[in-house]
């Protein structure tokens, strides 16, 4: 059985000699485009995790025909928040087959995911708050806390990262998905843990493989060397926390709706608003917040569309306890003409803010980025359960 191990643990050109041999042979590209023709089914819902370990492992055999005594390794952007330095240098394609032009490195989005925010998603006990929801087949609306976090590592590397169709011709993307990969067997082992409901449907562009036939790794043949566990994560700390500017000339409902449309604008600004609490029960067990009909407007299909939503949170983190990060990674260029909603999980942050130990009133703030591409919702609402 193969074991996929650290990058950071490579010590001899065997992989990078593999993949270029991939490369030279076009292998790469015909690999390129089946993530391209079948972008819209596994991204956004419950496919996203089975059809990627596919994928992946298609790259690990097709190397392994060059060189069997090679696995693709995982990229643990936690414990090494900066790009490897295997697919750093050399710095040029014609002398390292594993780097790749383009890469901007955090200046679209200078952000990794905290241990934090990684906790909150291995802490999930269904598929669908974990891996998406298996009822959306077809559409992006409904995408898995783990989903959400692999895009912040899109944006931050930038370039082919950020597109769809292209992000898988930069060899860092194979890495990333191997720790997303190595993430879900995780939670799969842990008492979270749980297989969806539906296992029999097919994969696009896999006939012979359904959602079933790739739940268990070891059935597939290879393993994942163990990393550290996560640090704990701190309580939210309301010493940090700003205020924002008050939303202007909008129709504010009370607690539900949070911001009334039609139309609500954002436009390269944050914007936030005291949010009452008065009436929301102490024992919540989930709240999210819902961006209703969200659009995005036109702009450039490189360039990621990131939404950030904070509950008396910071604008440094992207930990689930104080900020939101949600990137629409890809840029939404095939997003553009639809509607979708899109749901950011609060459930943490509340609990803490209705424990008392929190200020009151409570700041709900919104903010959108890039410059110039405005984003328009027809309402955002706060639910809890």
Same mark, same amino acid.
């Given at each position: 059985? #193969? ?14 000699? +593999?993949?270029?041999? &991939?490369?030279?042979? #076009? ?16 991204? #956004? ?27 693709? =390794?995982?990229?643990?952007?936690? #414990? ?19 780097? *790749? ?18 906790? +909150? ?27 959400? &976090?692999?895009?912040? @590592? ?30 879900? $067997? ?16 097919? &994969?696009?562009?896999? =006939? ?44 504010? $409902? ?9 139309? &609500? ?30 659009? @995005?407007? =036109?702009?450039? +299909? ?31 260029? *095939? ?28 700041? @709900? ?21």
């Amino acid at each position: 059985m #193969g074991e996929r191990k650290n990058v950071q643990s490579l010590s001899d050109e065997r992989f990078r000699n +593999a993949f270029s041999e &991939l490369k030279s042979s #076009g292998g790469l590209a015909r690999l390129v485009n089946v993530h391209s023709d079948g972008q819209t089914p596994q991204h #956004g819902n419950g496919l996203f995790l089975p059809w990627h370990r596919a994928y992946i492992l298609d790259l690990e055999r097709k190397l392994q025909s060059k060189d069997p005594g090679v696995s693709l =390794p995982f990229w643990d952007w936690i #414990g090494t928040p900066r790009l490897p330095d295997i697919y750093a240098t050399p710095s040029t394609e014609e002398t390292n087959s594993l780097y *790749h032009n383009g890469r901007t490195l955090g200046l679209e989005n200078p952000d990794f995911p905290s241990n934090c925010c990684l906790d +909150a998603a291995m802490q999930e006990d269904t598929f669908e708050g974990f891996g998406g929801d298996y009822s959306s087949f077809g559409n992006q609306d409904s995408p898995g806390k783990l989903e959400n &976090l692999h895009g912040l @590592i899109h944006t931050w590397v930038g370039g082919d990262m950020e597109a769809l169709a292209a992000s898988p011709g930069d060899p860092i993307f194979w890495a990333h998905h191997a720790n997303v990969d190595r993430l879900w $067997a995780a939670w799969q082992a842990s008492p979270q843990g749980k297989d969806p409901d539906t296992t029999d449907i097919p &994969l696009p562009g896999y =006939p012979d493989l359904t959602v079933e036939k790739v739940l268990d790794i070891k059935t597939l043949g290879y393993n994942y060397a163990s990393v550290a566990p996560l640090a704990p994560c701190p309580e939210p700390d309301e010493r940090r926390l700003p205020r924002g500017r008050r939303l202007k000339n909008r129709t504010i $409902a009370g607690l539900i709706p949070v911001f009334e449309g039609p139309n &609500l604008d954002l436009v390269d600004e944050s914007i936030s608003h005291p949010l009452p609490t008065t009436g929301i029960p102490p024992d919540i067990s989930r709240a999210d917040v819902a961006f209703v009909n969200l659009r @995005i407007g =036109p702009g450039n +299909a490189r360039t990621p569309a990131v939404l950030r939503l904070t509950l008396n949170g910071t604008d440094n983190s992207n930990c689930p306890e104080s900020l939101f990060g949600t990137p629409l990674w890809n840029g939404l260029g *095939h997003l553009s003409h639809r509607k979708l909603t899109l749901r950011v999980d609060v459930t943490r942050t509340l609990k803490v803010i209705m424990a008392g130990r929190s200020r009151l009133p409570v700041q @709900i703030g919104v903010r959108f980025s890039p410059p110039g591409r405005p984003l328009r919702v027809d309402r955002v609402v706060l639910r809890y359960s």
